[in-house]
């Protein structure tokens, strides 16, 4: 029976997941990338899962508020803006996950995840199909672990209009679409 450790960074975006074959664990992050990469650290070194899935909300510029993206390639886009200096600001997740042969039949829109610790409420240039505020962080720590990550995120708001609002009153859509989505797949690891 897989361990699989479920994240999340507020309680408005929890969903359950109900799958027989596993050991779902769930774990509040907090939100951004420093409180998600130290709770997620701190609960990898007690259960050793073999799956971590990040589920949550996200902004986005060109899709739809209720899309679903599933993520295995993520962007710092505060590390991104100095990038010339050397420094790493992408992850990707999908070898390991396709080694170990988990989350390869999961149906849905592929996207990249940038991550920052601001919320955007303003168009700004960006690579990616979706924002967040912690995933990068996640997948960098589970990368370093060698523990495989996917996050599955909601498109809650559109950016640039009125964001944080629409975010505060998707919440309850966000965490019905991902509950379907998981349950949906029904152990489809």
């Not at 509040?28 to 007690?46: D, F, N, P």
Request: hydrophobic share 40%.
């Amino acid at each position: 029976m897989k361990k699989i450790l479920v994240t999340y960074a507020v309680q408005g975006e929890f969903a359950e997941i109900k799958w027989e074959d596993a050991q779902i664990y769930y774990v509040r992050t907090g939100i951004g990338k420093i409180k998600s990469a130290y709770y997620l650290t701190e609960v990898l070194s007690q259960l050793q899962p073999d799956l971590v899935i990040n589920m949550g909300t996200a902004g986005s510029v060109n899709h739809e508020i209720g899309d679903i993206f599933i993520c295995r390639h993520f962007i710092d886009r505060d590390m991104h803006k100095i990038c010339d200096l050397g420094l790493e600001y992408e992850q990707d997740t999908a070898e390991l996950l396709k080694e170990k042969e988990l989350c390869q039949n999961w149906n849905g829109k592929s996207g990249v995840c940038n991550t920052g610790d601001s919320f955007l409420t303003e168009v700004t240039d960006f690579e990616g199909d979706v924002v967040d505020m912690e995933a990068y962080a996640q997948a960098f720590v589970c990368n370093s672990k060698k523990i495989p990550f996917i996050a599955v995120k909601y498109v809650s708001d559109i950016i640039g209009q009125n964001s944080v609002k629409h975010w505060e009153d998707k919440l309850t859509d966000a965490r019905n679409g991902l509950s379907h989505f998981f349950n949906v797949l029904n152990e489809s690891i």
